[in-house]
Nanobody
């Protein structure tokens, strides 16, 4: 079992930056690959970024590449999503997720590969 709690969402202006945090508990954090997804109203859940167990390998979606960055602190059992140059299209509920069965893969970009999910945190960008 892995429990995930996101924080850091809110209402910001276009062009602003925001950092989301996701605190994990219940399992050795360094054994779990992590990811961020988002879901805007009326749209499907979308992959945003993922990070390997050690933090040495990351991947971001093309839609946020160069603006968003994922990182983790295994000593604090926390994964982060640093978001910059936010725009209205980034408005969504953001979810962190944990994958415990990737085998030899460093990360996953598909929601079905993640077994545990947080409750989500709302990010609203006003233009």
């Amino acid at each position: 079992q892995v429990q995930l709690v996101e924080s850091g969402g809110g209402l910001v202006q276009a062009g602003d930056s925001l950092r989301l945090s996701c605190a994990a508990s219940g399992r050795t954090f360094s054994s779990v690959a992590m990811g961020w997804f988002r879901q805007a109203p009326g749209k499907e859940r979308e992959f945003v970024a993922a990070i390997s167990r050690s933090g040495g390998v990351t991947v971001t979606a093309n839609s946020v590449k160069g603006r968003f960055a994922i990182s983790r602190d295994n000593a604090k059992n926390t994964v982060y999503l640093q978001m910059s140059s936010l725009n209205a299209e980034d408005t969504a509920v953001y979810y962190c997720a944990a994958a415990i069965a990737l085998g030899s893969r460093y990360f996953a970009t598909v929601a079905d590969d993640y077994q545990y999910w947080g409750q989500g945190t709302q990010v609203t960008v006003s233009s």
